[in-house]
């Protein structure tokens, strides 16, 4: 119905109160008046399907009535008034509908508990007595009735509006036609159809699997089922029982009248951190008969009323391709189909994107590039930058982002090394030949990740080397320190690497887990169930390393003391030596900024300075704390008596003396320091 159908069939009614009223008027004074007939009405008008959600009887109905006219028609103020035989009371009364509707009244209707109070239709001004009482309408009731309906205000805060999952575009979540969703989403949404329109009292319904994707869903099945859908926030919920169950309520009231279903983003770990907030939520759940969507990552105990889950399935490479393939046509219509099958391989075998994900992906492109085509690969490029910066805020607090600045040139390693560096840019890069085009995948799922040990002592630049990988991939790197990650709590560790491996498995981003020494060790013999459980929290990031879809390192000083059995589920084990003099001298030589004034030698004093024998780490950190040094002096020139003082300071930090041998030349001998 229409806002001026709705207006309309709501004026005629308010025609039939004033009728009512003039009539009573009239019989009071001797008058004879004509019998009021029923308007005539569309089949159902907002005020039929009022009455017949909340089940009002026919005097509940007129109260209602003469309350909404009361507040849109200034002459039913005035005819109050003279009804009940006083000036101030313009608005209608408990005692006053008695009197209009003697045939239909019921003291019931009166009650707390009577479906006109109990929903908030209508409200009771306090002045004198229950009968003599000005009644008035709740505003929200006026404006569906008037065809115009929104989201209550008493509810904002608790229940919300869905954000859009397309940041970059006011369309809606559901931009995908849902006959374009993958055929595995399809029959989802299907499922979820067929459940609301089957059930009188709808079960609550649980998507476990990514939320993302499960909002998507539930929002396609209440666009098929002409359902607003909205966000229930649980950190916003009361917890004062009356609050809450007023809130309860008001929700029920909304989705009574406007068929609304609400979606409940579960997050178990943050409600187990606030008990009143979680028993709010398991009130709300226990209670609430409206449609109700619950996503979660893990399946909730069935202590709620009927509870039906559904898996939601991850997009098969195949459907990932389809997804971009409707998104992509639909935003550049005429792009090359090669150079499309291409671009879309690169960016399926990298980025395990949902159908929002890959939607707000070419909105985010298409805000860059425009519809123009005639740079096909600045598009596919823009695509890949907008995959990567989608999922950054999944990693929020998880992880240390790292920015890739360093290159092949930094890297000062043995030739071997560099080799297999090479080797795992190519792994990574030709994922999607390999394993789909070439079918190994088909073999086998399990192991397809790309999983490497960095191992050497500290400063041999193991992450400089995970820099230069990601660079060399465009891709976000995030550094995991494992030794924060492990807890001594059974079950917590996994946990923790879940939220990682789950919150980055969208992006294919970069893992670099450093410390592993803090999680493998040796086995020995299980003694106790928390060595059985040591046991299990290295399986399972081994397993999780095998599983995902980018590349995760893990990082050791004391390679000698990881299990033989853990290395052999690696893939790649890159050893980072300590430097010796000539690559010492090279990072030395690289150390320094072209920018940088300087009063060495050359390769005379390089070679002396080649004689520290510290990693290439600390050579750089001596260089900044030297550059530091002689920015602070009178002719800001770096010398060998800076960087002398800064090796000094270094050597503190290490805990070890400088020999003889390492420094001698760096100054004249007659100088000192």
Excluded at 296 to 308: D, F, I
Excluded at 336 to 341: G, N, T, V
Excluded at 462 to 487: F, G, N, P, Q, W
Aim: net charge negative.
């Amino acid at each position: 119905m229409t806002s001026e159908t709705a207006t309309i069939a709501l004026m005629a009614e308010i025609e039939t109160v004033r009728l009512v009223l003039q009539q009573y008027l009239d019989r009071s004074s001797g008058k004879s008046s004509p019998s009021v007939e029923p308007p005539a009405k569309p089949a159902a008008s907002a005020l039929d399907i009022l009455v017949d959600r909340f089940q009002l009887t026919p005097f509940e109905r007129n109260i209602l009535l003469l309350c909404v006219a009361a507040e849109l028609d200034w002459q039913i103020l005035r005819l109050c008034a003279e009804t009940q035989q006083n000036a101030r009371l313009t608005y209608p009364s408990f005692s006053l509908a008695f009197a209009l509707f003697p045939e239909l009244k019921h003291w019931s209707a009166t009650k707390p508990t009577s479906p006109l109070r109990y929903w908030d239709l209508i409200r009771i001004h306090p002045e004198t007595t229950l009968m003599s009482d000005s009644l008035r309408v709740n505003e929200w009731v006026v404006h569906y009735l008037m065809g115009e309906p929104y989201l209550a205000l008493d509810l904002l805060g608790v229940v919300g509006e869905l954000p859009d999952e397309t940041a970059t575009s006011p369309r809606p979540t559901s931009q995908l036609p849902t006959s374009q969703l993958p055929t595995s989403q399809q029959t989802l949404v299907d499922r979820l159809v067929r459940l609301w329109q089957s059930e009188a009292e709808p079960a609550i319904v649980q998507l476990c699997g990514d939320g993302v994707t499960g909002r998507s869903i539930a929002q396609h099945a209440c666009d098929r089922l002409g359902y607003p859908l909205y966000r229930l926030s649980p950190q916003f919920l009361p917890v004062a029982p009356d609050l809450l169950d007023r809130a309860l309520r008001l929700w029920e009231r909304q989705a009574k009248l406007t068929e609304g279903a609400l979606l409940l983003e579960y997050d178990e770990a943050t409600l187990a951190r606030d008990s009143t907030k979680h028993n709010a939520v398991v009130y709300w759940l226990d209670t609430v008969r409206s449609p109700l969507v619950v996503t979660t990552h893990a399946r909730l105990q069935e202590r709620y009323r009927p509870l039906v889950t559904f898996t939601v399935p991850k997009l098969s490479l195949g459907e990932q391709r389809q997804v971009w393939q409707h998104a992509i046509v639909r935003t550049w219509d005429s792009l090359d189909r090669s150079a499309m099958d291409s671009g879309i391989d690169r960016l399926v075998s990298q980025f395990d994107l949902s159908v929002p994900g890959i939607e707000a992906a070419c909105q985010a492109a298409l805000s860059q590039c425009g519809r123009s085509i005639e740079n096909e690969v600045q598009i596919f490029e823009a695509l890949w930058e907008s995959c990567r910066a989608l999922a950054r805020p999944r990693m929020g607090n998880l992880a240390q982002p790292i920015e890739a600045s360093a290159t092949w040139e930094d890297l000062v390693l043995p030739d071997v090394a560099k080799q297999i560096l090479r080797e795992i840019v190519a792994h990574v890069r030709q994922r999607s030949i390999v394993y789909e085009r070439w079918g190994f995948a088909e073999k086998s799922r399990r192991g397809l990740g790309v999983s490497a040990l960095f191992s050497g002592p500290s400063g041999t630049g193991k992450t400089m080397a995970a820099e230069v990988l990601a660079r060399e991939l465009h891709l976000d790197l995030y550094r995991i320190d494992l030794s924060a990650v492990v807890s001594k709590y059974i079950g917590e560790t996994e946990e923790n690497l879940r939220k990682v491996f789950d919150a980055a498995e969208a992006s294919g981003a970069i893992l670099l887990f450093d410390e592993a020494d803090a999680l493998f060790g040796k086995r020995s013999e299980i003694r106790d169930s928390h060595d059985r459980y040591a046991n299990i929290e290295v399986s399972y990031l081994l397993q999780r390393m095998e599983d995902y879809q980018g590349l995760a390192i893990l990082t050791t000083n004391l390679k000698d003391a990881l299990d033989s059995a853990f290395l052999r589920r690696l893939r790649f084990v890159v050893q980072f030596p300590f430097p010796d003099a000539q690559q010492r001298r090279h990072i030395w030589r690289n150390t320094f900024p072209e920018a940088l004034p300087m009063s060495i030698d050359g390769e005379k004093d390089l070679r002396k300075l080649a004689r520290l024998n510290v990693a290439g780490g600390n050579i750089r950190s001596v260089a900044l704390n030297a550059a530091f040094l002689a920015a602070e002096g009178e002719e800001r020139m770096l010398t060998m008596r800076h960087l002398l003082r800064a090796a000094q300071l270094e050597a503190l930090k290490l805990e070890r003396p400088l020999t003889d041998g390492e420094i001698r030349g760096w100054i004249p001998e007659d100088e000192g320091f």
